[in-house]
């Protein structure tokens, strides 16, 4: 059975860090791509970004493009997203997918970790 259990997240002021973990679980980690996923209050899902199985591809949303890395340690079965230069608008809650950019019909297997940015 697949396992994704996000964690990381918490409040944090505007221009503020955070880094988000998941674990992953259930299947071979290191051959699947993986990607962060949010869903901010009342919108719908926004890929965040993907990364490949060997994390030597990466991309992001222009939303959040040189302020958040996506990584991944394929010996620990773990994606990682470190957040940096936090705005309000980054606030959602946070899920990985163990897709490179799930399509419409996704859904989140975890059960997410909340990031709130605000002063």
């Known amino acids: ?25 259930g299947f071979t980690f290191s051959i699947y791509a993986m990607s962060w996923v949010r869903q901010a209050p009342g919108k719908g899902l926004e890929w965040v970004s993907g990364i490949s199985s060997g994390g030597g591809m990466t991309t992001y949303a222009d939303s959040v493009k040189g302020r958040f890395t996506v990584s991944r340690d394929n010996a620990k079965n773990t994606l990682y997203l470190q957040m940096n230069s936090l705005k309000p608008e980054d606030t959602a809650v946070y899920y990985c997918a163990n897709e490179y950019k799930p399509g419409s019909r996704w859904s989140p297997q975890g059960q997410g970790t909340q990031v709130t940015v605000s002063s």
């Open 1 to 25: 059975e697949v396992q994704l259990v996000e964690s990381g997240g918490g409040l944090v002021q505007p221009g503020g860090s955070l880094r988000l973990s998941c674990a992953a679980s």
